[in-house]
């Protein structure tokens, strides 16, 4: 069961925009700790997509972007392509139980 | 360029010990700096993490598991090993390796992913 609770499902047509949300707690998001994002094709390995909050890796599109306040965070997508049709993760840690923590997922629908 | 790559046994019979290796190309592990990490995704759900573990063998695991992992490396291979013990069916999942920069860092680096069914 995770802990950090996003929307299982968002959709959205080509060219618009899309949010996701991940809440957490006083013990993880809210306890200062960073957000980081990942976005999972279909058969692939997560992808580091947001990290730090609001931070792109390189080659990352400035489509993608992510806030983060009291204990939530959000990823935001504009412009929606085809191709941004997978599943998103957020991750982050929790100092009580001394692990990181990632959310259940979203799929995003681009319809 | 970092390269993770998981390998071990794809079946594992029940109550026996599942067994995976991530070997690390492109950085040294005994350089230190990172955890490197298992993480897990059973079938179309999403992803669970294991544990980690420091250069020095410092390991960290996830609490639900913890009775079970041992997570350990290899520094003259530049690899870290898996191994998770009394496997059920519920243990059925793709595992990937991965590495992060702090505890509460993002994972940077992962591998491809290793399907192992825990099956008679």
């Known amino acids: 069961q995770s802990v950090l609770t996003q929307p299982p499902s968002v959709s959205g047509a080509p060219g618009q925009r899309v949010t996701i949300s991940c809440t957490g707690s006083?013990?993880?998001?809210?306890?200062?700790?960073?957000v980081h994002w990942y976005q999972q094709l279909p058969g692939t390995a997560p992808k580091l997509l947001i990290y730090?909050?609001?931070h792109r890796p390189s080659g990352v599109p400035d489509r993608f972007s992510g806030s983060k306040s009291g204990t939530s965070a959000s990823l935001a997508i504009t412009g929606l392509q085809a191709d941004d049709e997978a599943d998103y993760y957020c991750?982050?840690?929790?100092?009580?139980?001394?692990?990181?923590?990632f959310g259940g997922g979203t799929k995003l629908t681009v319809l | 360029q970092v390269q993770l790559q998981e390998s071990g046994p794809g079946l594992v019979k029940p109550s026996q010990t599942l067994s995976l290796t991530c070997t690390v190309s492109?950085?040294?592990?005994?350089?230190?700096?990172?955890?490197w990490s298992w993480i897990r995704q059973h079938p179309g759900k999403g992803l669970e993490w294991i544990g980690y573990?420091?250069?020095?063998?410092?390991?960290y695991y996830n609490p639900s598991l913890k009775s079970r992992v041992i997570i350990s490396v290899d520094t003259s291979k530049n690899q870290f090993s898996l191994r998770l013990s009394s496997v059920s069916a519920a243990d059925t999942a793709v595992y990937y390796c991965?590495?992060?920069?702090?505890?509460?860092?993002?994972?940077?680096?992962w591998g491809q992913g290793t399907l192992v069914i825990v099956s008679s």
């Open positions: 492109g950085d040294s592990i005994s350089s230190g700096g990172y955890y």
């Open positions: 006083s013990s993880d998001i809210g306890a200062g700790y960073d």
């Open positions: 991750q982050s840690y929790d100092s009580s139980l001394i692990n990181s923590l």
């Open positions: 730090g909050n609001s």
């Open positions: 991965a590495r992060v920069v702090q505890r509460d860092g993002p994972f940077d680096y």
């Open positions: 573990m420091f250069y020095n063998g410092i390991t």
